[in-house]
């Protein structure tokens, strides 16, 4: 074998050992995430952030009730002023109407989309956890006060953890697929909800309207996923990247 001949298989076989095949975390891996959170079109993100926007200064700038009346559930406020009105805790029932919405969106893709892939799986997820958030806002079991904050700190922390189990399991099919942009807008949102509800003691007027229109940003930011996830999989197809 001549030289050049044995040169060339040596720097074949030492680029050959050299090569490593792609690992999780990789480079690769930021990209591809950068590439699916660029996916949900930017019109999406603006409405959603307008919807708050506009919903916290009509909120704040009406002259007949009191901002924290129409943020928080309607039974509380009931409660407190000894009397009903239909625009008590109108944004509070706003975001049970968008949880609703969601949820029979995924349950027409579930009926109607054909069962391949994790989509089916994710859809379920987000059908289940949109009705148990509804399903808590209706009977207020986040705040059962009767028993001691023990119990409603308990289940935030199992909403947080069906959230993050929610992500981990799924999440390769969610960036190959669907919007992890806005799972990133739900986490911020409903976290800081969380965060004013637990540090602000006792709440105040203003802290009562950042909660809350955070938490509506959350459920916003939610519902249009499961939407957009139910809508990709009843066209069968991968949604197009906007990149602008």
């Known amino acids: 074998m ?3 001949a044995t040169t060339s298989t040596t720097t074949a076989t030492n680029t050959g050992s050299t090569a490593q095949p792609t690992m999780p ?3 690769r891996d930021h990209a591809a995430l950068a590439d699916a959170v660029r996916r949900t ?6 409405a959603i952030i307008a919807a708050v926007l506009i919903t916290v200064g009509v909120v704040l700038g009406q002259p007949w009730f009191a901002p924290t009346d129409l943020v928080r559930d309607s039974q509380s406020v009931a409660a407190l002023r000894g009397r009903s009105d239909p625009a008590y805790g109108i944004v509070s029932n706003l975001g049970i109407i968008v949880l609703l919405l969601a949820a029979g969106t995924a349950l027409a893709a579930i ?3 054909p069962r391949r892939g994790g989509a089916q799986r994710i859809l379920a997820w987000s059908l289940a956890l949109s009705l148990l958030f509804a399903l808590d806002d209706l009977l207020l079991l986040h705040e059962a006060t009767a028993f001691g904050p023990a119990p409603g700190i308990a289940l935030a ?12 399991r ?3 099919t969610i960036v190959d697929r669907f919007d992890p942009a ?3 807008g739900t986490f911020v949102g409903l976290g800081v909800s969380a965060i004013v509800d637990v540090l602000v003691d006792p709440a105040t007027s203003t802290s009562v309207v950042v909660e809350d229109g955070a938490k509506l940003l959350g459920l916003l930011a939610w519902s249009a996923f499961v939407m957009r996830a139910a809508i990709i999989t009843l066209r069968g197809a991968r949604p197009i ?4």
């Open 2 to 4: 001549s030289a050049t």
């Open 25 to 27: 975390g990789d480079g």
């Open 41 to 46: 079109p930017v019109w999406i993100t603006a």
């Open 111 to 113: 009926a109607g989309a």
């Open 157 to 168: 922390a199992a909403y947080g953890v069906g959230f993050l189990t929610f992500v981990v």
């Open 170 to 172: 799924f999440r390769a």
């Open 182 to 184: 806005l799972l990133i």
């Open 241 to 244: 990247v906007d990149r602008t």
